[in-house]
């Protein structure tokens, strides 16, 4: 059973997650739009990552007998000045979820709750991959700099990911 404070945290975490996939598949459609359909292709990709996220939140909160409560949506930007502007706002956006999975875990600590501390942990270690994924392709793009090129083989290199749910 779930205190009302952690049901409403996990609540407000899970809607977290669901504007990651939303503001991820925006980023997506702005990489269409500047013929770049292997960034756009692997902004979809992240958006699947996240919907999962949103699940085990959801999946999470019916085992432990709490309610699912969804939100309302922010609306999230349509366009950036370039990739590089954009990747730079994923990057941070990784690092914002981040925090705030770390201050669920210190709420779960302090309410005593065991196994939400335990299934927060499965995000701790999928953050620390999240900023790592999305640092990489930023420095990339910032040591491409104007070389269309370079740009262009990148963009073929991301059209290859797979969605993979992260625990197989
Ligand atoms: Fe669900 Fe990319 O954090």
Not at 1 to 19: G, Q, R, S, V
Not at 52 to 68: A, I, Q, W
Not at 84 to 92: C, G, L
Not at 110 to 119: G, I, R, V
Request: proline share 3%; hydrophobic share 40%.
């Amino acid at each position: 059973m779930l205190t009302k404070k952690i049901e409403d945290a996990l609540n407000h975490h899970l809607t977290e997650e669901f504007e990651s996939a939303y503001l991820y598949l925006s980023v997506a459609s702005y990489f269409s739009s500047i013929e770049l359909p292997g960034f756009a292709h692997w902004m979809k990709i992240q958006y699947e990552e996240e919907m999962y996220h949103t699940m085990k939140f959801y999946d999470f909160l019916e085992l432990r007998d709490g309610r699912v409560r969804l939100a309302g949506l922010k609306a999230p930007k349509v366009d950036w000045a370039s990739p590089i502007e954009a990747f730079s706002q994923v990057f941070a956006h990784e690092q914002l979820i981040s925090s705030k999975i770390h201050e669920l875990v210190d709420l779960s600590l302090k309410e005593k709750d065991h196994a939400t501390n335990n299934f927060l942990q499965w995000f701790v270690s999928e953050q620390v991959e999240e900023e790592a994924t999305t640092k990489g392709i930023l420095s990339r793009l910032k040591m491409i700099g104007d070389s269309t090129s370079s740009l262009l083989m990148l963009d073929q290199e991301l059209s290859k990911r797979v969605f993979v749910p992260p625990e197989k």
